[in-house]
């Protein structure tokens, strides 16, 4: 269904472009290792940075009046002025060039461009979706690419439910549990220099988005899904991995990683208390 927003006002944002600088250090993925309960990383000059570890740069360094209510960047620089309160992470796409991996040591450049905006009308009122594309570089060329896709929702109403349940497989290769808690939210927030109110401002979250409490990060999930295969198979090559977000994550609640592998790729998923599915992706492995 088409949307009541006026999107010609979106149509000069796309080709939108912007380049950021950084230097992959090694204290970023010590530190991860450390909240993901692994063993020491032991990072050093040289190691490949692990899938979906990029994430702990590039970090966004707005300014206190930068940013919106809700703890994200209001806008209008890069990243269209949507008028919309709520955002979330509605999924990513990576391939990577398995040639010429991220290291830490790297002098890195991440170029972003703003691909799609679409308005869209859904059964919980106006939506917008963005999708920018990444590309990280070292010295040497490309690294990977990643399509980074956003969901822009309106405010939260009243009895409002999310999307329609999807019973999770339960049948699965692999296998972990846990319960995210305030003290995992909060780290990975800051590591991830990440200042959305949801993930750790429990009065915003349950009095203003409706929420039942804090939720999960969804990159975070998605990490701990990565993390899943690296538990299982550990020396596994990654060509390209596809993630989608089905439904919130809450803290406090039990939370079940699944992997099913058939050699050449990999299906992950994860579950809430209910059995309801809440993330899912697939990875495609190099022989």
């Keep these: 269904m088409t949307s009541n927003l006026p999107s010609a006002d979106f149509q000069s944002w796309l080709g939108r472009s912007m380049t950021t600088e950084d230097e992959i250090t090694a204290f970023p993925i010590n530190a ?10 032991g990072a050093h000059v040289g190691i490949t940075v692990p899938p979906l570890w990029h994430w702990l740069y590039f970090l966004p360094l707005h300014r206190p009046g930068d940013i ?12 269209p002025p949507i008028p919309l309160p709520r955002r979330m992470w509605a999924g990513s796409k990576f391939i990577w060039n398995q040639d010429n991996p991220l290291r830490v040591g790297d002098k890195a450049r991440r170029i972003s461009r703003i691909d799609a905006i679409t308005p869209k009308t859904g059964k919980t009122g106006e939506l ?14 490309l690294c990977f690419t990643n399509e980074h896709n956003s ?17 999770a497989d339960t049948i699965a290769d692999w296998r972990r549990e846990l319960t995210p ?7 990975y927030s800051a590591l991830a220099f990440n200042s959305h109110r949801i993930h750790y401002d429990y009065p915003y979250a349950t009095q203003q ?13 998605a990490t701990l899904l990565m993390d899943l295969l690296h538990r299982n198979a550990p020396h596994a090559r990654i060509l390209s991995l596809d993630f989608k977000a089905v439904r919130p994550t809450f803290m406090g609640r039990p939370v079940q ?6 050699g050449s790729a990999v299906r992950l998923w994860a579950s809430d208390d209910e059995g309801q599915l809440t993330m899912s992706a697939n990875v495609v492995l190099a022989a």
């Design 151 to 167: 969901a822009f929702r309106g405010a939260a109403k009243p009895g409002e439910t999310s999307s329609t349940p999807v019973a």
């Design 128 to 141: 917008v979706f963005v999708k920018v594309v990444h590309e990280y570089h070292n010295e040497e060329g």
């Design 32 to 41: 991860l290792a450390a909240v993901l309960d692994r063993e020491p990383a």
């Design 68 to 79: 919106r209510h809700d703890g994200h960047a209001r806008g209008g620089d890069f990243m």
């Design 209 to 221: 988005e409706k929420y039942p409490t804090l939720l999960v990060q969804g990159p975070l999930i």
């Design 257 to 262: 990683l699944r992997g099913q592998s058939d």
């Design 181 to 187: 808690d305030a003290l995992l939210l909060f780290r």
